[in-house]
T-cell receptor, first 111, second 118 residues
């Protein structure tokens, strides 16, 4: 059974710092992995999607990596800004095509 | 283009009552998904419609939950009778199958309905 874990559960850093969010999954048989962002009272926004054959994806200040064999992904945020404050969720598309989610990391960027 | 919308945004009901949640997907999207997040836990898949057909309902917790998508447009999720453990945020998402035929469908999520059962 696929399980997704995100560490840490919460993180608070000063503005301008670079930071890394971690995601691990127990079964390497995945189709892809996605990082989402959730703002309070709003829906989930897909940030990056990495196919199982890919190692990383980049979008602006965000870089996501995938090491399928070790069951790990990281989301790197460069030069953090207060607007980056949100909950970040990791989800894998498992062998049954379902999205299996982590519990999320709540990120606070202090001005 | 309008995104996925959900109604209501918040519902507070008493145990034993019935509640119906609605999701309007992005126009033209054949895939519609329901998810639930119970407080403090991860989001869980409930079910997946392709047009009006239930493609996968393996995540539905029990027979108190009934999802419909008549006409392949909007969907409703009814909880009857509601129990305390049904409290949480219910998300809906929609997508179109990728033209390449692979599994790179991007799901667009609604803002969710926060359900509180007292």
């Amino acid at each position: 059974k696929q399980e997704v874990t995100q560490i840490p559960a919460a993180l608070s850093v000063p503005e301008g710092e670079n930071l890394v969010l971690n995601c691990s999954f127990t079964d390497s048989a995945i189709y892809n992995l996605q990082w989402f962002r959730q703002d309070p009272g709003k829906g989930l926004t897909s940030l990056l999607l990495i196919q199982s054959s890919q190692r990383e994806q980049t979008s602006g200040r965000l870089n996501a990596s995938l090491d399928k064999s070790s069951g790990r992904s990281t989301l790197y945020i460069a030069a953090s800004q207060p607007g980056d404050s949100a909950t970040y969720l990791c989800a894998v598309r498992d062998s049954n095509y379902q999205l299996i989610w982590g519990a999320g990391t709540k990120l606070i960027i202090k001005p | 283009e309008a995104g996925v919308t959900q109604f209501p945004s918040h519902s507070v009901i008493e145990k034993g009552q019935t509640v119906t949640l609605r999701c309007d997907p992005i126009s033209g999207h054949d895939n519609l998904y329901w998810y639930r997040r119970v407080m403090g836990k991860e989001i869980k898949f409930l079910l997946h419609f392709v047009k009006e057909s239930k493609q996968d309902e393996s995540g539905m917790p029990n027979n108190r939950f009934l999802a419909e998508r008549t006409g392949g447009t909007y969907s409703t999720l009814k909880v009857q009778p509601a129990e305390l453990e049904d409290s949480g945020v219910y998300f809906c998402a929609s997508s179109q199958p990728p033209t390449s035929g692979g599994w790179v469908d991007t799901q667009y999520f609604g803002p969710g309905t926060r359900l509180t059962v007292l």
